[in-house]
């Protein structure tokens, strides 16, 4: 039996994609179908991710996100390459840098909110244009569980993702009248670049009682999240973990 999910022919947007939860959404939506924009800034990588892709019709821009004056002109270019609007994106796009609120200074700030909120508020404003985004698609922002359960260190990570899912909710109510979908993921620590050693201790990984987090299985509920399986599903945060309570 063939299952529609709402997602073939598509186009999506999926930043982060070179690497981890990203690059993770970004193979299984072309496994469904969809049209992948991928976004990061490292080529080699990128191209990477578009191996292995299913389908065509996907193509990789490389473009620095913290770079916000160039936003506009990066969704011209991604709406160029094939002359299609889109119909949603997956904010995958994340730096951390524990610190403790003694060693904490404002370039450390302000460089974790250039690249996991501004960019997203940027993208979000170019998306509410029509001639950006169809009406009826989905929005998915990859928070974290510490946006609700921050831990020591996080000051300005959980901030970061905190601001990311407030302004989901907002963007979820101005978006509706467009029947556009906005929602944000919660995972807990997921085995990606980012988390690299947080599982090789067992006691850590034994914690997690469902089993450790892939970045294959956040995929998985964010293109839920895309797809029409959460029709009408909007202003919502999943938290994801793993039976980590
Ligand atoms: N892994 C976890 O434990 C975990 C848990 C909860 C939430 N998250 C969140 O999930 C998201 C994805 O994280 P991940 O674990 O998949 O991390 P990752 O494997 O380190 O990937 C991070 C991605 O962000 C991109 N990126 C970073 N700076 C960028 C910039 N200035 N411009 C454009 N792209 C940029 C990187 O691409 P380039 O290097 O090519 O630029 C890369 O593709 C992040 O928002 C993270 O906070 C992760």
């Known amino acids: 039996m063939n299952i529609d999910f709402g997602i073939a022919g ?13 690059h993770a959404t970004a193979i299984l939506i072309s496994r469904l179908g969809g049209k ?3 976004n990061g800034r490292n080529e080699k990588r990128l191209r990477e991710t578009l191996s292995q892709m299913e389908g065509d019709g996907h193509y ?6 913290s770079n916000l004056q160039g936003i506009s002109k990066f969704i011209e270019d991604c709406i160029k390459g094939d002359n299609l609007k889109f119909d949603g994106f997956v904010y995958a796009a994340g730096v951390i840098n524990p610190t403790l609120i003694k060693l904490e200074d404002i370039d450390n700030a302000t460089k974790m909110f250039k690249i ?3 960019p997203y508020i940027a993208l979000l404003k170019e998306f509410s244009s029509p001639k950006v985004m169809n009406n ?3 929005i998915v922002a990859i928070s974290s569980s510490a946006a609700k359960f921050p831990d020591k260190a996080q000051a300005i990570y959980a901030s970061t993702k905190a601001a990311v899912d407030l302004s989901s909710e907002v963007a979820a109510k101005e978006f509706v009248k467009r ?8 995972p807990h620590a997921t085995a990606t670049p980012m988390a690299a050693n947080c599982f090789a201790d067992p006691e850590i990984s034994d ?27 909007t202003g ?5 973990s793993g039976g980590l309570f």
Not at 179 to 186: D, L
């Open 10 to 22: 598509k186009k999506y947007l999926v930043t982060g994609a070179s690497s981890g939860i990203g």
């Open 236 to 240: 919502q945060h999943i938290y994801i």
């Open 136 to 138: 009826g698609g989905a």
């Open 207 to 233: 914690r997690y009682k469902l089993g450790i987090i892939y970045p294959e299985d956040v995929a998985k509920s964010i293109v839920f999240l895309l797809s029409d399986f959460s029709s009408r599903i």
């Open 179 to 186: 029947k556009i979908k906005v929602n944000t993921v919660r």
């Open 116 to 118: 996991n909120y501004y």
């Open 36 to 38: 992948v924009v991928l």
């Open 60 to 65: 990789f821009i490389p473009f620095d996100l």
